[in-house]
């Protein structure tokens, strides 16, 4: 009896500093869709390396990246209900969970990196209501390089590409190429060479990034920067297992979606610039629209403007006067 009035407080202690400690680390997985060239991928590493610093490894995420865990429409789902703890995702591919999703693929609604950003303020929390709904939490998103036009041959009017096969990567894109008279056909990025070679496609409208990434001066010509918008991807955390977590780990985890969010702001100019020189450097034709492509384009996004407000104006029509008023 006295041997045990001696020995529980001990054991109390040492139980409680085993629950303290990284012996209950949480084992988060982190699928995401793109490969590790991609700043996005980059980001997420950086990411998941610093939550496990700032936690004292309560928290030990291991990122799978380029869709090896799971396809990438399959990833929202996968948060959403806890199958993974964590994932990134291309914002656009949700535009049909909720039009608010769509604020991504807009063309003309913001392309430079500034108006993207306040587009972005203006649509965020619409996003976290959404997401909330979905039992998800947003932690940060990386942008995109702008999105820009790749063919086989110059295009100086939408005439020049009309009747071809235009890749779509969401379904804003595929609107797109239906008012652009081109016929939309979605194809993920790893299956793009194999698509253009097969003939599936002859026409994509992507960053320098994608095509850089993927080897594009193998399978066309033609780079012209008519930087459309600019896109994004988020990483959402589900919440359920969000909660779970200490307050001290939780503000880890939020101060380091902090750091990635600004990480991507800040080097996505660079790497737009690099990537499009490698485009040149292999032989591809960059250059830039003419008035005419310009002109037919924006009135392109115009249409899609307010055909996507009206999709929802109750929660539109506030994204989109907050963005003008920014
Ligand atoms: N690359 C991805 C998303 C946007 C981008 O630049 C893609 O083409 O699917």
């Known amino acids: 009896m006295k041997l045990l009035k001696t020995l529980l407080p001990a054991m109390v202690v040492s139980f409680s500093a085993l629950t303290a400690s990284s012996a209950i680390a ?11 060239a991609n700043l996005p991928t980059k980001i997420a590493y950086d990411f998941a390396e610093q939550v496990k610093a700032s936690t004292d490894g309560d928290v030990d995420i291991t ?4 869709a090896s865990l799971m396809k990438h429409p399959e990833i929202p789902r ?23 999703f769509k604020h991504d693929n807009i063309p003309f609604l913001a392309t430079d990196y500034e108006q993207a950003q306040k587009l972005w303020e203006a649509a965020k929390p619409e996003i976290e209501k959404q ?18 036009l790749y063919t086989k041959k110059p295009v100086n009017a939408l005439a020049d590409i009309k009747g071809t096969k235009m890749r779509a ?30 003939g599936i496609i002859d026409a994509m409208i992507t960053s320098p990034s994608t095509g850089a990434n993927g080897q594009a001066w193998d399978y066309l010509s033609h780079f012209n920067e008519i ?6 991807n988020f990483v959402v955390v589900n919440k359920r297992a ?41 032989g591809i034709v960059v250059s830039q629209p003419s008035a005419q492509l310009l002109g037919e ?22 994204v989109l006067s907050a963005y003008s008023a920014k």
């Open 169 to 198: 990567y969401s379904p804003s894109t595929s609107r797109l190429a239906d008012l652009m008279n081109t016929t939309p056909t979605t194809v993920q990025v790893p299956d793009i060479p194999q698509a253009f070679s097969t």
């Open 26 to 36: 949480a084992q988060w997985h982190m699928p995401t869709p793109y490969g590790d």
């Open 242 to 282: 969000f909660k779970r977590l200490d307050k001290d780990d939780q503000k880890a985890i939020l101060d380091a979606a902090a750091k990635a969010e600004a990480r991507g702001w800040n080097e996505v100019t660079a790497q737009e610039a690099k990537d499009t020189k490698t485009l040149a450097d292999n």
């Open 78 to 100: 996968a948060v959403r209900t806890g199958q993974v703890q964590l994932g990134e995702v291309f914002i656009g591919i949700m535009g049909n969970t909720h039009p608010i």
């Open 227 to 232: 930087k459309a918008w600019i896109p994004k």
């Open 131 to 148: 997401l909330s709904k979905e039992g998800m939490i947003l932690l940060y998103t990386v942008p995109w390089p702008a999105q820009s």
């Open 297 to 318: 384009l924006q009135a392109i996004g115009q249409t899609m403007t307010n055909e996507w407000e009206q999709e929802n104006p109750a929660a539109l029509t506030p």
């Open 63 to 66: 990122v799978h990246s380029g």
